[in-house]
């Protein structure tokens, strides 16, 4: 081989090995561009992934852990032995999920007269076991004090002397009202005396709830010094479909079973109601040794029938509640 | 020429392997939509989905090069189809209504 061929030779040699170079090049850069693409795209899945997993471990936890239907019982019969003369359409509440928390929402009704109408609306939200969030919108005209004392409820124990309520003027404005409407009226008795007693004794107007003496409302404190409200229960049969009275024997037991559920989840039983304080295991102990004597009702009908309480000598005081126009067929 | 014949198909591999996985990406993403918004899942079009991509990801198992990207995107399908089953089955326990 001369010197021209071996310039060629080794010519041809460098051009080919640039070649592959180049082509080496090409396939790391591709293979570069892939993974990065691969990691990106894997990132991203994992991201994706975050949401229904928590999503699938919520329903898990509301399935095995702390069951959504005990939150939503210990909500509705909190309401039902809380708040005087409520009740609630448990068909009607709403219920949704997002990742580790539960919404449940609901409509609350007042009976006046012979028709509910609807008092309250609540919209609470769960993290997990525990209440984060109650937002309550009423549509009520009259509203009993949203922060509760000792000295202002609505019903009151006969030795309670510490009393914010002036009577005098409830009265007159009962009295002022029209013939044709129907009202709500919050009614303390001089004694205590059993509910079938108090039904008895006001046979013109229906007794729809009851205030139970449990032993702290002659001072409204509890043992520890927390401000307690009323508890009671509905008086009057209550046929709807998800009511924990539906079909009871005697309302009075469901009462006392619906206590012992609440004493079990009282954190959240407090959280729920519009109480501070529930205190009870004290109310309960009280409740078994005394037996169910109530000290107040909450009492519906026509405003003629409702004025002629004041002439009975068991009525101590009187607050109206709410008043609607004339819907009594009796 | 049978060697490129053969580079052609295992592009189409790997091209459906991509498309297999970027469509489960995707459907993840929906799934993420709809879990944060609140919509019913069994209650759209969401399935339909999940069956036109899982046959892109069937073929991308077929060849070595795009096997990873086809068992990727079936595994995102199947975690779907599992989150769909227990969802179904604890919302009888978790919900109470009709």
């Known amino acids: 081989m001369d010197d021209y061929e071996k310039l060629i ?3 041809k040699a ?5 070649n592959d170079q180049s082509n080496y090049q090409k396939v790391i850069k591709k293979t570069i561009f892939t993974s990065k693409w691969k990691l990106i795209f894997a990132t991203l899945t994992m991201i994706l992934l975050i949401v229904p997993t928590s999503f699938m471990m919520t329903f898990m936890y509301y399935a095995f852990g702390t069951s959504s239907t005990t939150l939503m019982d210990v909500a509705s019969e909190t309401l039902y032995v809380t708040e005087p003369n409520t009740s609630l359409e448990e068909i009607e509440f709403d219920m949704s999920f997002t990742p580790f928390s539960m919404k449940l929402a609901f409509e ?6 012979e028709e509910d109408y609807k008092a309250n609306t609540y919209d609470l939200r769960f993290f997990l076991g525990s209440l984060s969030k109650k937002e309550v ?3 009520l005209e009259r509203i009993a004090p949203k922060k509760p004392t000792e000295t202002n409820p609505w019903l009151i124990h006969p030795e309670n002397r510490n009393l914010q309520i002036d009577t005098g003027r409830e009265w007159r404005v009962l009295d002022g009202l029209p013939d044709e409407t129907v009202v709500e009226a919050y009614i303390s008795f001089f004694d205590l005396m059993t509910v079938k007693e108090a039904e008895k004794t006001m046979p013109n107007v229906d007794v729809v709830w009851a205030a139970v003496d449990t032993g702290v409302e002659k001072t409204n404190l509890s043992k520890d010094g927390g401000v ?33 559920t609440m004493e079990n989840h009282e954190e959240l039983a407090t959280a729920i109601s519009s109480a501070k304080n529930l205190a009870l295991p004290e109310r309960i102990d009280y409740i078994n040794k005394f037996g169910v004597k109530t000290y107040g009702v909450v009492v519906t009908g026509p405003k003629k029938d409702v004025l002629a309480l004041e002439k009975m000598n068991i009525v101590r005081y009187l607050k109206v509640g709410e008043v609607k126009l004339w819907n009594w067929s009796r | 020429m049978e060697l490129v014949t053969l580079k052609r198909f295992e592009k189409g591999f790997v091209t459906a392997g991509w498309i297999g996985m970027i469509g489960g990406l995707c459907l993840l993403l929906l799934l993420n939509i709809l879990i944060l918004t609140n919509i019913d899942v069994t209650d759209n079009n969401f399935y339909l989905f999940v069956y036109l991509t899982a046959p892109f990801n069937v073929i991308a198992i077929c060849s070595k090069k795009s096997r990873s990207l ?11 189809m599992i989150f769909t089953v227990i969802i179904f089955f604890l919302g009888w326990m978790v919900i109470p209504f009709p």
């Open chain 2, 70 to 80: 086809g068992i990727w995107g079936l595994s995102i399908l199947l975690f779907i």
């Open chain 1, 9 to 11: 030779a080794s010519s």
């Open chain 1, 108 to 113: 609350q009704y007042k009976r006046i007269g």
């Open chain 1, 228 to 260: 307690v409200s009323p508890i009671g229960y509905p008086v009057q049969r209550d046929n709807s479909t998800w009511s924990p009275f539906r079909d009871a024997t005697s309302n009075e037991e469901v009462f006392k079973d619906i206590l012992k």
């Open chain 1, 137 to 139: 919108t009423t549509s």
């Open chain 1, 14 to 18: 460098e051009i080919a090995n640039a």
